[in-house]
Structure formats: C-alpha cells, structure tokens
C-alpha cells in the first residue's frame, strides 16, 4: 500500500514483499516478515506472536505515539497508507524492530522504530516463563491521522484445516514440473493483503492483479498492493467483492453491495440492471465476442453494448431453468449455459442441445467453468444438479474435443485428485491446464505428460482449497487461496522460458 497525500514528506512507495512460512511458531527462528530488514536485534531464538499473555505494548503508549507525530508532520486529509513492524520484544521486555515494509526508510518510518523500541514492553508468558517473542504493529494513516494498533497473528488461518483430500489412490503423481517454478505467499501478515481468504481474481490489460478477499478489494501490479476503499472507490475498505471480472475495453466490472460498478478510467459508475437481477447475481463473466454474461436466479443477462437481453424460461422456452449459474461463449460461438436443472448448448442457428442422452458427460450436471486450448479442445468443470456428497463421480472435467467426442475425467478413471473444481485456466505459454480444486489443491494437466498434483503436503502451495485462477501476459499464474494470495512463475532458465509466447486464440 502506498501512503498517497500532500505531505510535507516525498510520497511514500511501499513494496511489500516477504514470505511467512508456514511452520508452528515455536519453530521459527530469525525470521524477518517484512522486506526491509534491520540487523541490530539478537535473533538467536524467539517464538512468533505466542504465549499466554502475549508480548504486548499499551494501546496507551501507540496512541502516544501517534499524537507525538502527528503533531510532528501534520499529514493532509488525504494522506492514506499503511506501515508494518515487526518487533522482537526479548524475556526482559526490551524491545528492537526486526523488519519493516518501507523500503525507503524515510523519516517518518525512522521515528516509528525509535519510537517502538523506546516503548515500555510486557514479554510474552510461555507456561509461566518470560519468553522472547515476536509480534506485529500497524500504523495507518487514515483522513489525515495516523493511529497505531497490536496484530495478532492467528497463526490458525495460515495453515489448512487439515492436510488435503484426494480420492484418487491410484495415480501416482510425480510432480516433475515442480522445481520449475517460484511459488510466492502473501498474506495479512507480511503484506496489505485485507484478508487471507482470497474469493476470486482477475488480470488486467496492464498486468494489474485485481484480487478480492473475504474483507477487501486491493489491486497488485507484481510488487506494490493498492487497496480499494471508500477514499478512491465507492465501496468500503472491508467490502467483501462477490465476483469481478475485465472487458474487452479493459474496464473492470466488480459485483458488490447487490450493485455492479463498473470502473474505468479512473472512474467509477454504478449500472442499473437490478429490473434484470432483482435476487442478484452469481457471476459476472466475460465472453470472446465482448458480451457480458451474468448468471443469475431469474435467468442469464446478456449484455451488448447498450442492449441487455435476458433469457429465461419465459423469453427462450428451451432453457431447462431460470437459476443459472454460469454461461460461456467457446470459439465457435456457440453459447453454453449452465442451470440447476442441467446444461444446453445453443449453437450459432439457435439449435439447442440439451445433454439429456444416456452417457453424456454433462447429463444431469451443470457446467461451473470453462477454458480452450490452441487445438480446440474445450474443457468444463461441471457439479451435479443433485449433489450426493463429496466425491460424485457425475462431477470432474468433462473435455470435449473439435470431433465432437468427449471424454470424462473423474479421480476413479485420470490422475485428477478429486472431482470438486473450483476454476480452470489454459495456460498458452506452457500449453497446460490448470485446475483450481475445492479440497485437492492445484492440478497441472498436459494431454502429453499427464497429472500433476501441488498442495500443502507436497508444495509451497499454502493450502488445498483453491479459488480462483488468473494469469498475466508474460506468463504469471495467481491464485486466490483460502490462505493467502499464491503466484507462480517459471524460473529462469526452466524449459525455455526466455522462448515461450502465448498462442493466439
């Protein structure tokens, strides 16, 4: 985040980059959470935010603080941003910053550590013993004032429910693609990341990531995060973004509040179509021929341009529901949509499929999302209109090839782990498939060398449950995780990433 304001300082630039690893806390030792390091502390051994009580200092001491600097540099009412400290508070109460996120060290940064390690301390209390411990304050500068407050790490939220689920006991999963890549972890903790419960995502036409967690929208360009909130938006710093997606235009279209904003160029504009989604929406989607699609209870809204049409039972007879879920334009124009009571295709002369036949693969399940590649093979994830639990053989990828046949791959017949899916994206650099799994983790399919598997047991994956897939034009996979924002690159130096080039769609 940056601090952004007239101040009678430069403006801040805040790269935020570090990575918390995933461990218990009595394990970690010297580890720095911030990317500005400072090497004066004694780090020989501590624990990360533990105890009982925990290392604290007085809410009266940052409030202190505060008051002191902001008599100091006067910030103008705009001023907004964020700093983050990490600081080592040893059994004796004595207390020295570890790291900090401003890599540019300015003056009022050096104030807040001078002020920090001068603060009155309590150590933390580990079974009755004074223990050395780290803990995390925030200093936000908000309207003008700048107010501090303790972090607690719920160390909790950064690690899995458990370890992750795959049904498949068959197929043997020998990961050899995993060294080729870097796998970076941001959460709460060690960015100004709003949440650690990332819901979906999505990539500009400028590389910026657009990433909505439970409590928050921020947009990342690759080092610095830039949150959205009431002083540049009209939504709230913890609005909770319900689907967002880009158009042809590069304008971003986000689903919050039971509104959709449209923002572009710098504005924002609320568009009125609640006559078309009076029960709201599930989606908001993105087609090849620049229509927008919006799944919702009372049909499918398709907008072009300045039309909006709506189908629904009551305007297009052969849809098998009104509660759609999700739709899909493929390369041949033909409109797919997904309903509660089943999936139709429409092709370009208005001839409907409908999937009724015995051994369809979408028989009796709708589509939840859907992907190309250069050959012409479209793959959807589907889910059974009647669900029977976690593992439904109904459910999975079901591929259909240019030839018309199709093939079904589950977790009891391919190398897929288990058969909830929550998101799948083509990669036209790597010519893989990508499959974001609800309790499996990420899955690396290639038609030539078969499944691979990445979770937390096996990767630095940091979870199993997947979100939301996204990709950049240089090659760059996020993924919104339920324990943080996770990005993979290609090495340097791996396979030919210096070569590849995305295949024209």
């Known amino acids: 985040m940056d601090i952004r304001g007239d101040t009678p300082m430069k403006v801040y630039k805040l790269a935020l980059i570090?990575?918390?690893?995933?461990c218990f806390p009595r394990l970690l030792r010297a580890q720095n959470l911030f990317l500005k390091k400072i090497d004066i502390c004694s780090t020989e051994s501590y624990c990360m935010d533990c105890g009982d009580p925990k290392a604290t200092c007085g809410q009266f001491a940052l409030d202190y603080i505060s008051s002191l600097l902001n008599h100091k540099y006067i910030f103008k009412d705009n001023?907004?941003?964020?700093?983050s400290f990490q600081v080592l508070v040893d059994s004796t109460g004595f207390s020295c910053v570890l790291s900090h996120s401003d890599t540019s060290s300015n003056q009022l940064t050096i104030d807040l550590i001078r002020y920090l390690n001068g603060s009155i301390w309590r150590p933390a209390i580990d079974?009755?013993?004074?223990?050395?411990?780290?803990?995390?304050?925030?200093?936000?500068?908000?309207?003008?004032?700048?107010?501090?407050?303790?972090?607690?790490?719920?160390?909790?939220?950064l690690k899995p429910a458990g370890p992750p689920v795959v049904y498949n006991k068959v197929y043997q999963y020998r990961n050899e693609s995993l060294a080729n890549y870097d796998f970076r972890v941001w959460t709460k903790y060690n960015s100004p990341l709003p949440d650690n419960v990332g819901q979906n995502c999505v990539v500009d036409k400028s590389n910026i990531l657009w990433y909505a967690t439970a409590r928050g929208l921020t947009r990342f360009d690759g080092v610095t995060f830039d949150p959205?909130?009431?002083?540049?938006?009209?939504l709230l710093a913890e609005t909770a973004v319900h689907d967002l997606t880009v158009d042809k235009d590069n304008n971003k279209w986000i689903y919050a509040y039971n509104s959709i904003?449209?923002?572009t160029k710098g504005n924002w504009q609320i568009i009125d179509f609640k006559k078309f989604m009076l029960n709201g929406v599930y989606r908001i989607l993105n087609s090849r021929g620049g229509e927008l699609l919006f799944p919702t209870k009372n049909g499918l809204v398709v907008q072009r341009g300045n039309r909006i049409v709506l189908l629904n039972k009551k305007t297009f007879r052969q849809m098998p529901s009104n509660n759609v879920y999700y739709a899909y334009y493929d390369s041949r124009k033909r409109l797919w949509i997904g309903t509660s009571a089943g999936t139709i295709m429409v092709d370009r002369d208005f001839f409907v499929t409908d999937f009724k036949t015995p051994g369809s693969p979408l028989k009796d399940v709708y589509i939840t999302g859907a992907t190309e590649d250069e050959n012409g093979n479209i793959y959807f994830s589907t889910q059974a209109c009647k669900p029977t639990g976690d593992d439904n053989d109904k459910e999975g990828i079901a591929m259909l090839r240019p030839d018309g046949k199709w093939t079904h791959f589950t977790d009891k017949n391919s190398g897929l782990p288990s058969n909830q899916v929550n998101s799948l994206l083509y990669d036209r650099f790597e010519h893989v498939l990508w499959i974001a799994t609800n309790?499996?983790?990420?899955?690396?399919?290639?038609?030539?060398?078969?499944?691979?598997?990445?979770?937390?047991s096996n990767s630095p994956v940091p979870g199993f449950e997947i979100h939301q897939l996204a990709q950049d034009n240089k090659g760059t996979i996020y993924a919104a995780t339920a324990n943080g924002m996770l990005r993979i690159q290609k090495k340097e130096g791996a396979g030919i990433i210096g070569q590849l080039q995305p295949v024209s769609k």
């Open 18 to 22: 570090a990575i918390l690893l995933f």
């Open 228 to 234: 959205v909130n009431e002083y540049n938006s009209p």
């Open 127 to 157: 079974n009755g013993k004074r223990v050395n411990s780290s803990v995390n304050v925030v200093f936000n500068i908000s309207k003008g004032k700048l107010s501090g407050h303790m972090q607690r790490l719920d160390l909790s939220e």
């Open 261 to 263: 904003y449209m923002y």
């Open 79 to 83: 001023a907004s941003g964020t700093l």
């Open 439 to 456: 309790q499996s983790g990420l899955v690396r399919f290639s038609l030539k060398d078969g499944w691979e598997n990445y979770n937390n």
